[in-house]
């Protein structure tokens, strides 16, 4: 078989897995509990990553080795591979299903017969088995042992001198914002002066919460991610709806723009980014999720 053709067989396997016909009841379950053990070191990497790592890198040489017609070698990758995968099926038994040992053996068949046609068709169904298990399970065991709980932080109200439960601090910021808004609009400047206040010390103290999940954080010298949400461009817009103030003609049209600036680039993209994730945790704990 030439290289070419190889090469392409090769990216089919890695790139143009069909999306299993499971969507209709894709569902976000929690992983199996026997999950719990690989990931209960959270100061280093899951075995079950490790385990996926060994097993990624095995498959790919053998295309490798194939790829530069060696045999021999690609025959060594296949046991390698074979044995982290069987190891790998064994490791979550509520998953077993979703491993298929019958075409690891004919892999390894096909690489002694040097049958390309036989290789191709069981490397495809072996591909699928990846592919078909991640689009499943990604997503839950992310949410599970990737992202920290909302539930474990709580939030310092710099008015109330309170620590509060994350969501009932956004209650807080969402209300004070709220007010901000219907102060202008009954024109009563000097109270949507003060209530601008209020927002901006709640959301300043937002960013004393990123840090609690954003650990190495410091490790980070130019960028932050508190230049996101909470950075110093919010605190621009604030400054200048207050600006606007101190004319003692406050145009409609300044803002609305800023407020809008807000609303879209701190609450709306902050949520795009975190909500899901803490909706399929509350979920889990068989609480209401949150409201948009
Ligand atoms: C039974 C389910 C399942 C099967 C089958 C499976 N995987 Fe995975 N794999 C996972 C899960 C779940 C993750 C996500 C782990 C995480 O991010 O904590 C993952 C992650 C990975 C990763 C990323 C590791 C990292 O560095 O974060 C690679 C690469 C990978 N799998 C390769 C493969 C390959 C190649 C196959 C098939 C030959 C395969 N997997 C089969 C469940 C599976
Ligand atoms: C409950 C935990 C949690 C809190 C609190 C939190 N984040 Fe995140 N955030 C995550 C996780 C998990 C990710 C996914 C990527 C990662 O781990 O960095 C993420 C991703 C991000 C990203 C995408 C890019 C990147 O660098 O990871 C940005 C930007 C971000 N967060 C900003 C913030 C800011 C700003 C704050 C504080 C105002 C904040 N986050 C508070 C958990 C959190
Ligand atoms: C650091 C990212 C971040 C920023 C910035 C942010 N939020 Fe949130 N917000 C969240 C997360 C995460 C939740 C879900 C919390 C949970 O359910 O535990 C949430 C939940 C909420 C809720 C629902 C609370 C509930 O009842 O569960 C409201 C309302 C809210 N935010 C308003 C706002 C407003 C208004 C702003 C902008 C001024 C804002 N948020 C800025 C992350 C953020």
């Not at 490397?123 to 088995?129: P, Q």
């Not at 709580?154 to 807080?172: G, Q, S």
């Not at 209020?198 to 300043?204: A, D, H, I, M, W």
Request: charged share 30%.
């Amino acid at each position: 078989m030439e290289k070419k053709k190889l090469r392409l067989i090769l990216l089919l396997f890695f790139f143009f897995f069909p999306v299993s016909a499971f969507s209709s009841d894709f569902v976000v379950a929690p992983p199996p509990q026997s999950m719990d053990k690989y990931y209960a070191d959270s100061g280093k990497i899951s075995e079950w990553i490790t385990q996926m790592r060994k097993l990624s890198t095995a498959y790919s040489a053998i295309f490798v080795s194939l790829d530069k017609k060696n045999w021999g070698l690609a025959e060594k990758n296949s046991v390698v591979f074979a044995d982290s995968y069987k190891k790998a099926s064994e490791m979550i038994p509520e998953w077993e299903e979703e491993f298929d040992l019958k075409a690891v053996n004919e892999l390894k068949e096909s690489i002694l017969e040097k049958d390309m046609g036989k290789l191709g068709a069981v490397a495809k169904t072996l591909g699928k088995t990846c592919s078909h298990c991640h689009s499943k399970h990604n997503t839950s065991v992310w949410a599970r042992y990737h992202w920290p709980s909302t539930d474990t932080i709580k939030v310092l109200d710099p008015l109330d001198e309170k620590e509060l439960r994350y969501n009932v601090f956004m209650e807080k910021l969402s209300d004070s914002l709220k007010r901000v808004s219907v102060n202008f609009e009954q024109e009563d400047f000097q109270q949507a002066w003060r209530s601008l206040d209020v927002f901006k010390k709640r959301l300043t103290s937002l960013r004393s919460v990123c840090s609690k999940c954003h650990v190495d954080e410091w490790t980070k010298s130019s960028t932050s991610v508190k230049d996101f949400f909470v950075g110093d461009d919010i605190l621009a817009a604030l400054q200048e709806i207050k600006k606007d103030f101190s004319t003692g003609e406050p145009s409609e049209k300044v803002f609305k723009k800023n407020i809008d600036y807000i609303n879209k680039r701190s609450c709306k993209t902050c949520h795009l980014v975190h909500q899901p994730v803490a909706a399929i945790q509350q979920a889990w704990q068989q609480k209401t999720p949150p409201t948009p």
